[in-house]
């Protein structure tokens, strides 16, 4: 999803549609988009919190399972393939597909919960951080993405995107 501009115009639109769901159950796009840049500013990268949990001031994201800083790692390598390749799991020749595979079974079961801090900006969110499309592909979420990975100017690309007329 961080290579927004590659994708197709349905895929485009899907992606918006997601992520404006989202600004919309966070309080809006300028919530949504300072707790995106309160992310980016986190050293080491939230993911890897020992409580599992993240907070700001206008919300948090907890998920139910540590993350070591390995599978962080490896999962930015398997980003970098799946721009490429469509698919998050590379051939099942390569020497990292064990690897890749073991990380998704790892972080599958995953939940995060992303939770506004006045209940009056909305209910919040839920999601994985994968869409396994069948037994030989598998995405990132693109909210995942979004949240964790891509630039804030992607982001905002992604929700300003007004979609072309069919004419």
């Known amino acids: 999803m961080c290579d927004f501009a590659t994708l197709s115009d349905a895929e485009k639109l899907l992606h918006h549609t997601t992520l404006l769901k989202c600004t919309e159950s966070f309080g809006g796009k300028n919530f ?3 707790l995106l840049e309160a992310i980016r500013e986190t050293k ?3 993911l890897i919190a020992a409580n599992h949990h993240f907070r700001m001031e206008l919300g948090s994201i907890s998920w139910n399972k540590v993350i070591f800083n390995d599978k962080l790692q490896l999962l930015f390598k398997a980003r970098i393939h799946e721009s490429r390749q469509n698919n998050l799991l590379p051939p099942k020749e390569d020497k990292q597909y064990k690897k890749v595979l073991n990380l998704i079974r ?3 079961p995953i939940t995060f919960h992303v939770t506004p801090t006045d209940a009056e900006n909305g209910e919040g969110f839920t999601f994985q951080p994968f869409d396994r499309i069948n037994e030989e592909t598998t995405k990132l ?3 995942f993405d979004a949240l964790f990975f891509c630039s804030v100017d992607t982001v ?3 929700l300003n995107y007004t979609p072309k007329d069919p004419a």
């Open 106 to 108: 790892t972080l599958s």
């Open 32 to 34: 949504f988009l300072q």
């Open 156 to 158: 905002k690309k992604v």
């Open 44 to 46: 080491p990268h939230p």
């Open 141 to 143: 979420n693109p909210v």
